[in-house]
């Protein structure tokens, strides 16, 4: 591929969408629980996030059904904190109050990550990344592992009352996105040649995928949903937006898609499109319409 046909270095994942059957329960898991803020909440519609930054968007859908467990959509949102002692807070708050979605934790190497699932089994990661420079390159994939970590002592030695007490209000963000997908191949002709990501790390069953050499904005598998086909709405994962840095970044996108045969909704701000499995993906630039 030629840097024409990948997206910007400067990529980054926007606020995912989660369509939610119980509006207020889902409220308080994001708000109490992972500690975010809710920045606002009308029209059956919350969206929470840190500081000023959306990371869920929390749509009532009271008559939808739950997905099938083998379908395709979201495995995990993953949050993105700017240190241990913020992690750590993060950490406390939803493994005190809701201490039976905690699902595991690991060293990635690139990263300290801890998993949950909240109240209608959607994963969320939680995670901070270790300094680019510590990170290691094999032949252009990164290097990334997983290695236990206990949580307790993880705790004991990062967190602070500062950090608990501001929360909400310290930075954070959506780190990376990571689906469920019925076949690696086609998610990697998609991620990777059409939309313009660059291949990471791929473990089999697995495909991890990132703009500017990041270690991964966006991962797939196949671990539950080997084969699966096109999604049909339901609960779960409703959007994932894509921030690219500038309007002619978009404009590359847009041509990239028209050529390679996907289609796509353009409103003048956001063009969208959906991925093999009907997972809807919205892409952005900061100024565009």
Same mark, same amino acid.
């Given at each position: 591929m030629t840097?024409? #046909?990948l997206l910007a270095a400067d990529t980054s994942m926007g606020a995912v969408t989660l369509r939610v059957a119980d509006l207020d329960r889902m409220i308080g898991y994001y708000r109490d629980g992972v500690r975010l803020s809710l920045l606002s909440n009308e029209g059956g519609v919350a969206v929470l996030g840190r500081g000023t930054t959306p990371i869920v968007i929390l749509e009532h859908a009271p008559s939808m059904q739950h997905a099938g467990p083998h379908d395709a959509g979201l495995f995990h949102t993953a949050i993105l904190f700017d240190t241990k002692a913020d992690l750590a807070a993060a950490l406390y708050?939803? %493994?005190?109050?809701?201490?039976?979605? +905690?699902?595991?934790s690991a060293d990635h190497l690139v990263s300290n990550a801890f998993y949950f699932s909240d109240p209608e089994g959607n994963g969320v990661e939680l995670y901070w990344d270790r300094d680019r420079t510590e990170w290691s390159w094999t032949h252009g994939m990164v290097d990334m592992a997983t290695i236990s970590v206990d949580p307790n002592a993880f705790l004991q030695e990062h967190?602070?009352? #500062? %950090?608990? #007490?501001? $929360? $909400?209000?310290?930075?954070?963000? &959506? /780190?990376? &996105?990571?689906l469920s997908v019925g076949d690696v191949a086609t998610a990697e002709e998609f991620y990777v040649d059409r939309l313009g990501f660059a291949t990471t790390a791929g473990w089999g069953e697995a495909l +991890? *995928?990132?703009a500017g050499g990041y270690h991964h904005h966006m991962a797939m598998n196949t671990w539950n949903s080997r084969g699966a086909g096109r999604r049909q709405l339901a609960l779960g994962l409703g959007? &994932?937006?894509?921030e690219v840095p500038g309007a002619d970044d978009?404009?590359?996108? *847009? !041509?990239r898609m028209h050529d390679s045969g996907v289609r796509s $909704? #353009?409103? /003048?701000?956001?063009? $969208? +499109? !959906?991925d093999p499995w009907a997972n809807r993906? !919205? &892409?952005?630039a900061p100024g565009r319409g």
């Open positions: 840097t024409q #046909d708050s939803v %493994a005190t109050r809701y201490p039976q979605t +905690f699902t595991g967190l602070t009352q #500062d %950090a608990l #007490d501001g $929360a $909400a209000a310290r930075p954070g963000r &959506v /780190g990376h &996105v990571h +991890f *995928v990132s959007l &994932v937006r894509i978009l404009g590359a996108l *847009v !041509e $909704a #353009d409103d /003048g701000r956001t063009v $969208a +499109f !959906e993906i !919205e &892409v952005t």
